[in-house]
């Protein structure tokens, strides 16, 4: 069990004093995380519009690449930050 009690804990978050952690990288990482799920939904939403059944309008090809564009956007937003 020595092994056990030599080990010193890696896993251990320190801050770097060059890089502080503020309100900014936070928001970022909010952004990041919203992005990803705004461009998940999308993907989604053109996969699902697109292979329907029914008649297509405009919007079946418009909506859900926008939708995931906006998410993209968002969550290069928030690398931008972090």
């Known amino acids: 069990m ?15 004093p060059d890089h502080p952690y503020t309100w900014a990288m ?7 995380v919203f992005g990803g799920a705004i461009t998940v939904t ?7 519009l697109l292979r329907g059944p029914g008649e297509r309008k405009w919007g079946s090809y418009v909506i ?14 928030g690398t931008r930050l972090v």
């Open 26 to 32: 936070f928001l970022g990482f909010i952004m990041l």
């Open 42 to 48: 999308g993907a989604i939403a053109t996969v699902t």
């Open 2 to 16: 020595r092994t056990f009690s030599d080990v010193t804990l890696a896993a251990v978050w320190t801050p770097n």
């Open 64 to 77: 859900g690449p926008v939708i995931l564009a906006i998410g993209l956007l968002i969550g290069y937003g």
